[in-house]
């Protein structure tokens, strides 16, 4: 019963060695990374290991770190012992240029749409993934909208720039200039210009 | 219906010459919400099926990175929409353990009580629709007299119906007020009654068991691998809950069974959701009895003492300077969130709803993933229906409680 997170380091160093990194525990929860070319082999020694046996993928996503030169995507897997009830998260960091990791499908039947979702918003290349196509958006689209340097909000709006989020500018968009001003591209203004006179002259 | 050329697909032994493709959805009334099922038919069996959702996809986890911690809960309600307090909740428990905020024991039972309402609106709704699609409209519009006390008590409360915004981080916007003790007890009192009789018409049913027992079966292994959770994997036999392995607000504290099935098929998720409705009557009976017994300035309290994130008494923000101040960062939402990484999951309507969030100190989360159980379950529902008839389907489909909003996110 008792699958203590002691152990379970313990039981990651002894197969892994030091491909094992950033061990750490926020909140109770065992975190770690692995380099992207083990997490298949790590999912299944976490799955058929008789003592660690997590064999519940509760969760799988990607986050986008735009910081992280050469190894901005993290794929973040959370992994759930039912019997031992006890909780994992590991994750797998790929550049943003090539982001290819190898898909969890032959694991976990679950990973197929999990996967499908984090390439639809973050463009990671599930590797042996059957049907990797966009899940939520069209299928036309031609970005990866949960990425940063997609804005939320309207960038021609003033008011919501980054430093009202306490992120003061140290944190990059893509969508400001140096100096801090709204960064608008030239079709995107035009576009605007257009947009608010068709409003204004109405066609109605 | 299209009526498509090739034939390449049809199973050996077909007495037809052609497949049939039929579009289930985007707005079948079956559906009960918008996604699109393509069934490739051999006669009026099922050979495959594609699967097309996100037509309500709204992009919640791309709009919390741009909101304060209390402007993400309005965004919870619109996940799953037959217990939005249940979404609600969870997003507040998560942020209380992103901030380490303790909350006072009355104000768990308080969120016990409402997440247990929520969960009897949410399972009255999907049995009786189950029997809807069956053909049996009586029991669905017999019970919903009882969502509407519900929603009546919710209304009190919150003054919302569906998308309730209910609670704060910390606690309650306000404390409870005699009419929705009332209107609570008035459910308890009459609640059993009726679930009773609701029950009486279709568990037994001839037509309904021949409908629904070995239709949609799974196994509790194959379950698990699809990463089912709630009344549908307890359906096929694993009694998984996360009120009972990792328990919030108090929910230690109470006594109540966990219903499991044994095939999985749709009869059993149906007589689960039946089963769960009497224990959360159990739990909320047990939580109001815990309530009134509060002596002295705990039998008011309605929120922690957290004042950086629970918006303070209207008439202190006009006399007092702190109130004011923390009124004015609450409302600009200049509260700094601290750094961290945290997930926490609730036993949502149809399972484990988790929220994964990353702050990196910003006042909006770095990035927040919703785990949203309908999402993860309704893969396997090409497996479920394939080799059956169509009329399963519709049977499947009811029975696995898919909520749109909840699985477009």
Known sequence: MALSNDLIRQRLIQKFGEQVTNIEEPYGMLTFEVPKELNIEVLEFLYNDPELSFQFLTDLTAVHYPSYAGREIAVVYHLHNLVANCRIRFKVFAPIAQPDVASATKVFATANWLEREAYDFFGVNFVGHPDLRRIQNVDEMDYFPLRKEYPVEDQTRLDKDDEMFGRGGSFDFGNRNDDGSPRLTPQAGEENVERLGESAGGSR | ?409
């Open chain 2, 1 to 409: 219906m299209v009526t498509s050329e090739k034939n390449t697909s049809l199973p050996e032994g077909s007495i037809e010459t052609k497949t049939t493709r039929l579009n289930l959805g985007p707005t079948h009334p079956a559906t009960h919400g918008v996604f699109q099922n393509i069934l490739e038919l051999d006669g009026e069996k099922i050979i495959s099926t594609e699967i097309t959702i996100g037509y309500v996809h709204r992009a919640i986890e791309k709009i919390a990175e741009r909101r304060p911690l209390y402007q993400i809960t309005p965004l919870t309600d619109r996940l799953n929409y037959c217990s939005s307090p249940i979404n609600n909740m969870g997003w507040h428990t998560t942020c209380e353990k992103l901030l380490g905020i303790q909350t006072p024991k009355r104000v768990d039972y308080l969120r016990v009580i409402i997440m247990e309402l929520a969960r009897i609106a949410d399972h009255l709704i999907c049995n009786g629709v189950m029997g809807v699609d069956a053909g049996a409209f009586t029991g669905f519009l017999y019970l919903m007299q009882y969502r509407e006390l519900i929603y009546e008590i919710w209304e009190e409360i919150c003054g919302a119906r569906l998308t309730t915004n209910i609670g704060r981080i910390g606690g309650f916007e306000r404390d409870f007020n005699d009419v929705a003790f009332t209107k609570l007890e008035k459910f308890l009192k009459e609640y059993p009654a009726a679930l009773k009789e609701f029950e009486s018409l279709l568990t037994r049913n001839r037509i309904f068991m021949d409908r629904t027992i070995g239709v949609g079966g799974i196994s509790g292994e194959r379950a698990l691998n699809y990463g089912f959770t709630g009344p549908n994997l307890r359906a096929a036999g694993v009694d998984y809950d996360v009120r009972v392995h990792s328990p919030y607000c108090s929910y230690q504290d109470f006594e109540f069974d966990i219903p499991t099935g044994t095939t999985g098929d749709c009869y059993d998720r149906f007589l689960v959701r039946n089963g769960e409705m009497w224990q959360s009557l159990r739990i909320i009976e047990q939580a109001y009895r815990k309530i009134q017994e509060f002596k002295g300035a705990e039998a008011t309290v309605f929120h922690a003492d957290v004042p950086e994130y629970y918006l303070p008494e209207k008439a202190d923000v006009y006399t007092k300077m702190e109130a004011l101040i923390y009124h004015f960062k609450i409302v600009m939402g200049e509260v700094d969130i601290p750094p961290g990484e945290v997930y926490h999951s609730v036993e949502g309507g149809n399972g484990e709803l988790g929220f994964y969030l990353i702050s990196d100190g910003g006042r909006s989360p770095y990035r927040l993933h919703l785990r949203r159980p309908c999402f993860i379950y309704y893969q396997a529902f090409e497996e479920l229906i394939k080799g059956s008839m169509i009329s399963d389907a519709i049977m499947v489909m009811s029975s696995l409680n898919l909520i749109a909003g909840e699985m477009d996110g």
